[in-house]
């Protein structure tokens, strides 16, 4: 009877330390947790997906327009009032209406890191930047041609990439 006691007192013992094994703070599969961000942040040079249906809407609305105006004086869609006036429609972002000024706005983006939205700049009338469009992604940009309005683009077309002067990123947070 001894004997029944001790073996029905040691599956008692263990029974309970098998209870509290699993009472662990960390599970014996997680490694590194503590030093895991505790939420994903979301990088503030990229939209998110209703803010690129939302310019995407906006850039839609302009497809095929055609060209009217050549300064700031004259009323009519010409580049530079194509972009500032998405810019304006998107988030009430004031740029300038002239080509020129435009360059000038924002930060420098390099070719390789460019993202849609962003401002590009092109050298179409001798060495001075003259024309400017919108980078919608994968090589592709919309600006206003004189023959044609309001158009798409690409840099693998040779006029273009040999005129390619630079962007300039105008979406971007200082926080």
């Known amino acids: 009877m001894v004997k029944f006691k001790s073996a029905k007192f040691a599956v008692i013992i263990l029974a309970i330390l098998f209870a509290f094994s699993g009472c662990n703070t960390y599970s014996r599969y997680r490694t590194g947790g503590e030093m895991m961000p505790k939420e994903a942040k979301q990088d503030k040079n990229q939209f998110s997906t209703n803010e690129y249906l939302r310019m995407g809407k906006i850039l839609q609305s302009y497809l095929g327009k055609p060209y009217s105006g050549r300064s700031k004086y004259e009323k009519g869609l010409d580049c530079s ?24 706005v924002g930060r420098g983006v390099a070719f390789k890191r460019l993202i849609y939205g962003d401002l590009l700049f092109f050298k179409t009338e001798g060495k001075k930047v003259s024309h400017v469009g919108i980078f919608v992604g994968d090589g592709k940009f919309m600006h206003v041609t004189n023959s044609k309005g309001v158009i798409i683009s690409s840099f693998s077309e040779k006029y273009w990439s040999k005129r390619y002067a630079g962007a300039r990123r105008i979406f971007f947070s200082e926080k």
């Open 81 to 104: 009032f194509f972009t500032s006036d998405v810019y304006r429609k998107f988030n009430q972002t004031i740029i300038p209406r002239t080509v020129k000024e435009q360059y000038k």
